[in-house]
């Protein structure tokens, strides 16, 4: 049995994730959740003093916007469409009797407006647009959502549906580089303080085809994005917990955000995986939250 | 083939300037050249010449002239059309 499976039975057994029969779509027990809330807390510790505006979104986005962010161009494989049945009485009866013969029911299911979310900020650059232009200061924004991915695995580090928290940054390019940078060295800094191994590195996104190796060298080669990487289910490949990404001026020009002087803005955003963190922290300290090492029990408010 | 790779240029590099007002050694990404049209001008050049990028020349390196592009595909034609 491999290490992935092996982590996976044991948050299974210890009721921590709850099976579905679906890979990458798990339940979360009470207490997988409040250690997510306790980290969130620890990060609004570390963010929360810098005014960001926060807002929350449901995981799915209008399907206007999600087309505009050119998402089918980079990660078609990755994404999720909503679709519904929409038609009448016979519609309805030749639905039944397909599904009764175990037929492809969902081939007549239509496109709705609602896409799932693929990440918590996409739904915040047409807000933000709609606005006009940024204050003088720019914006700096606080998301969380569950987001969709499709890539089925059994690795529990990798799940099709769970949330990010993130914050985005708007504003000129020293502006946004300088945050992504103070939440680098946040990052490294509260992953210590909750006894997490950790190493930061260059990355890129799983863009796809041969198309998308040339956006990912582009990307490594340029230096925009990196990842707080920690073990989970491996030692020698840890998994991607927090992202650090500078997008240079393109969403800014992709969706029309502009400077108070009338400039397009530079944007950035951290990400923080939030069920992979928790898995972190389990695969890391046990499934005993109990046990956790009392250093570790503090910095998340557990009380002895 | 400097003249095929600028016309490759104009139809899929999305340039906010024309591609004759560019010389062979201009920096394209400075002209405009977006990460994603670097890509539809790789995708276009390996139809028009038949050829295929190895992963070592995935890079904006390799796109970053119209100079470079032609070394490029020099390189994986084997042809040295260096009087062109």
């Known amino acids: 049995m491999d290490m992935q499976t092996s982590l996976l039975d044991r948050l299974f057994d210890s009721g921590l994730l709850i099976d579905t029969g679906v890979e990458g779509l798990y339940g979360r027990s009470g207490a997988f959740e409040d250690v997510i809330a306790r980290f969130e807390r620890l990060i609004d510790a570390y963010g929360g003093r810098d005014g960001a505006e926060a807002m929350r979104f449901p995981p799915g986005m209008n399907r206007a916007h999600f087309e505009t962010s050119g998402y089918m161009k980079s990660f078609p494989q990755l994404a999720g469409t909503v679709h519904s049945f929409c038609g009448g009485d016979a519609d309805h009866m030749n639905l039944l009797q397909c599904m009764e013969v175990n037929g492809d029911w969902t081939k007549d299911q239509k496109a709705t407006d609602i896409v799932l979310t693929p990440a918590a900020c996409y739904p915040l650059y047409p807000t933000i647009a709609k606005r006009g232009r940024l204050p003088a200061k720019g914006g700096l924004y606080d998301l969380q959502s569950y987001c969709f991915r499709h890539e089925p695995s059994n690795d529990p580090a990798r799940q099709q549906l769970f949330r990010m928290r993130e914050y985005v940054c708007m504003g000129t390019q020293e502006h946004v580089t300088e945050f992504r940078q103070t939440w680098m060295d946040r990052g490294l800094e509260m992953m210590a303080k909750v006894g997490l191994d950790v190493t930061m590195d260059v990355a890129n996104d799983p863009f796809f085809g041969r198309a998308g190796r040339m956006m990912a060298n582009n990307q490594r080669d340029q230096n925009l994005k990196f990842e707080l990487l920690i073990p989970v289910t491996s030692a020698a490949k840890p998994t991607a917990c927090m992202s650090f990404n500078y997008h240079q001026d393109a969403f800014g020009a992709k969706w029309g955000l502009n400077l108070e002087n009338g400039d397009v803005a530079h944007t950035a955003c951290v990400g923080f995986g939030l069920e992979r963190i928790a898995l972190a922290l389990f695969a890391r300290h046990g499934m005993d939250i109990a046990t956790w090492p009392a250093d570790v029990r503090k910095v998340l408010g557990y009380q002895d | ?84």
């Open chain 2, 1 to 84: 083939m400097k003249q095929k790779i600028r016309d490759i240029l104009a139809k899929h590099g999305g340039l906010p300037v024309p591609v004759d007002t560019l010389a062979d050694d201009a920096d394209l990404y400075a002209a405009g050249l977006s990460s994603f049209a670097s890509v539809q001008v790789m995708l276009g050049i390996e139809e028009a010449f038949d050829v295929e990028f190895p992963d070592n020349l995935l890079n904006r390196k390799s796109f970053q002239s119209i100079a470079a592009i032609t070394r490029a595909v020099e390189g994986l034609t084997g042809s040295a059309e260096a009087a062109e």
